[in-house]
C-alpha cells in the first residue's frame, strides 16, 4: 500500500483551485463526475494526489476525467464523510495510508482509492446509458429552444463595444477541450490575418499563455485570472436576462469598468453573437462545446443556445475544435534536407560555369586518372 503525504488546497470550484496549486500540492474537490477539461488542469499542475468529496465517475456518462487522471499515474481518492471538505484547510499537511487520511497527525478520515479496474467497470456503465441520457439532451434541449428562441428571432441588445469588428475576422477561444492545442496550431494563421481576439472567461489566459493579449474578454468572469482582466482592452460581463450579473462586483473592486450584455445562453454563445451583430467577416472559434458529453459535463441539460446560435450565424462560424489531430506542424527530415541542401544549388552551376573552376576540376581529373594508372 503506497504512503502519500503533502500539502492539501481545496475549492469547490476545481477551476478556481487550479490556480491555487502548487507541484506536488494535494488536491480536495467537490466534483461529481469529474469533467476532461478540469482532469487535464489537474494534470498540468502536477498535482500528487486527487481527493474528491463526491462521485468522480458515477456511471451515469462516459465521463474522461477519471481516465486521463489514471493514465496520468495521479492516484484518486474518495471521501464519503460530509465533514471532511468543511474540515480542511489550505494550510493542512496530509497523509494517505492504508485507507486512511492523517490530518496533522491528530484527525484521521477513511478514504477509498478508486481502481483503474472500477474506473473502467463505470465508464463502461456510462456508455451503455448514453442512448437513454441522448434521448433526455434531445427533449430537454428542444424544451429550452422555445424559450430560448428569441437569439435568432429577436432582437439582439449587444452592447456597443470600441474594438473594431466589423469585416474583420474575429477569433473566440473558449475553455474546452484541447483549446491550448488548438490555439498553438493556428498561431500562424493568426500572424497572417491579424483577427479580432475574444477570450471568454478562461479562454482569456489560455490567450495570454501563447503569448497573444485578447481584445475583449467576456463571460462570468468566474475563471479568468485578475491580470488577464487588467491586460484586456475591453470587458464584456455577462448577465441574465433580467440584467443581474454576479460577476460585476469582482471587476469593481479591481477598478475595473466592464460593458454589460443580457442574455440567456452561455458565455461562450454571446461571444459568437457579439462577433455576429458587429459584422465579423469571419468568426473562427477555438475550444467551443458542442456535444453532448461536454455538456453534460459543465452540468448543462440540453444545448439549445447554442443549436440556436449557430444556426444564426451560419456560414460565417468555422470550429477550429481537434484542428491539432488534422494538422501536424512537425518538421520531416527530409524536409531539413532539403532546406539545407537548396543554397548549394546555384553555388555549383555558377562554378561550374566558371572557367577557373573548369580548369581546376581538370586538373583533378587528371591527377587522379595518374594515380590509379589508367
Not at 456508455?127 to 434541449?141: H, P, R, V
Not at 477541450?177 to 498553438?184: I, T
Amino acid at each position: 500500500m503506497i504512503t502519500i503525504k503533502g500539502n492539501i488546497k481545496k475549492d469547490t470550484v476545481t477551476k478556481k483551485l487550479v490556480k491555487k496549486l502548487r507541484p506536488g500540492d494535494i488536491a480536495l474537490i467537490s466534483h461529481k463526475d469529474l469533467d476532461e477539461v478540469a482532469a487535464m488542469s489537474l494534470v498540468e499542475a502536477k498535482v500528487k494526489c486527487v481527493i474528491n468529496v463526491k462521485e468522480t465517475v458515477s456511471g451515469k456518462y462516459p465521463n474522461q476525467g477519471p481516465y486521463i487522471l489514471i493514465k496520468s499515474n495521479i492516484p484518486i481518492y474518495e471521501v464519503n464523510n460530509k465533514d471532511f471538505f468543511d474540515f480542511i484547510t489550505d494550510k493542512d499537511y496530509i497523509e494517505i495510508k492504508n485507507s486512511k487520511i492523517h490530518v496533522n497527525k491528530k484527525k484521521v478520515f477513511q478514504c477509498n482509492l478508486l481502481h483503474e479496474d472500477t474506473i473502467y467497470d463505470l465508464l463502461d456503465e456510462g456508455y451503455k446509458n448514453m442512448e437513454k441520457e441522448l434521448d433526455k439532451f434531445i427533449e430537454n434541449t428542444l424544451n429550452y429552444a422555445k424559450s430560448e428562441k428569441d437569439l435568432i428571432l429577436g432582437e439582439i441588445k449587444a452592447p456597443k463595444i470600441m474594438t473594431k469588428i466589423k469585416n474583420k475576422p474575429v477569433l473566440v477561444v473558449v475553455r474546452g477541450k484541447d483549446y491550448k492545442k488548438d490555439l498553438k496550431t493556428i498561431t500562424h494563421y493568426i500572424k497572417e490575418e491579424k483577427p479580432v481576439i475574444i477570450g471568454v472567461d478562461g479562454g482569456g489566459d489560455a490567450l495570454l499563455d501563447c503569448g497573444l493579449k485578447p481584445d475583449i474578454v467576456i463571460g462570468d468572469m468566474d475563471s479568468v485570472s485578475d491580470k488577464c482582466l487588467k491586460k484586456s482592452k475591453e470587458l464584456i460581463v455577462h448577465a441574465y436576462p433580467d440584467g443581474k450579473a454576479p460577476g460585476l462586483d469582482r471587476l469593481k473592486k479591481l477598478g475595473l469598468n466592464p460593458l454589460i450584455f443580457p442574455s440567456k445562453g452561455t458565455s461562450e454563445d454571446i461571444a459568437l453573437l457579439l462577433a455576429y451583430c458587429n459584422d465579423a467577416d469571419l468568426i473562427v472559434a477555438v475550444g467551443s462545446h458542442n456535444n453532448m458529453i461536454e455538456f453534460l459535463e459543465k452540468g448543462r441539460k440540453g444545448m439549445a443556445s447554442t443549436f440556436l446560435v449557430r444556426l444564426k450565424i451560419g456560414f460565417k462560424l468555422v470550429d477550429a475544435k481537434g484542428v491539432n489531430k488534422l494538422y501536424s506542424n512537425k518538421i520531416k527530415v527530409r524536409y531539413l534536407i532539403g532546406l539545407a541542401t537548396a543554397p548549394l544549388i546555384p553555388v555549383i552551376i555558377l562554378s561550374l560555369m566558371s572557367n577557373p573552376i573548369k580548369e581546376l576540376l581538370l586538373l583533378l581529373q587528371m591527377k587522379l586518372r595518374l594515380f590509379l594508372n589508367f
